[in-house]
């Protein structure tokens, strides 16, 4: 997912961007996340600026383009147990696993349909936008079988152009 400021419904300028990672386990029980923003604070430690500062980080169920509710606390005011954060003046890290003990408004298995086909966003709000500054749609990357066969697709075509 990439976070930007024009995902937001409506958007929102902003000098702030992110961009995150998320893997499905095999067994579809954990999804881990690693999201990284730049251009935030928190707790004024970088910039004495109140309204940069990070006051929360959400997966929220809604396709691009519309607002849906939160699913899933990353941070604040539900929080992921594992939650780990690291926190540079270029970069802040949000990292940890989205599972089963996870105290959360949904779970991951209620959300894997939504997960698989772009109905889930990553929202981070803000103490000068604390309805989102930042967003990004989640979206899948084909599965590496799928990546073969568009290969071996092509390599098929090309035989036939040959001959």
């Excluded at 004024?44 to 606390?73: E, R």
């Excluded at 990357?141 to 073969?148: D, H, Q």
Aim: proline share 4%.
């Amino acid at each position: 997912a990439n976070l930007t400021g024009s995902q937001e419904v409506p958007p929102v300028n902003t000098s702030g961007y992110g961009d995150a990672t998320l893997v499905l386990n095999d067994d579809e029980t954990e999804l881990s996340y690693t999201v990284n923003v730049f251009g935030f604070d928190m707790f004024n430690i970088f910039t004495g600026d109140d309204d940069d500062n990070i006051v929360g980080l959400h997966i929220h169920a809604a396709p691009a383009g519309s607002n849906g509710g939160v699913v899933f606390g990353i941070y604040s005011p539900s929080q992921d147990a594992d939650l780990a954060i690291n926190l540079t003046q270029q970069k802040i890290t949000f990292s940890g696993v989205w599972d089963a003990g996870d105290a959360s408004s949904q779970t991951l298995l209620s959300q894997l349909t939504n997960l698989k086909n772009e109905g889930l966003y990553l929202n981070l709000h803000t103490e000068g936008v604390p309805s989102g500054e930042i967003r990004g749609q989640i979206v899948p990357e084909p599965s590496t079988a799928a990546l073969a066969l568009i290969g071996l697709g092509g390599f098929c075509v090309l035989r036939r152009r040959r001959r």
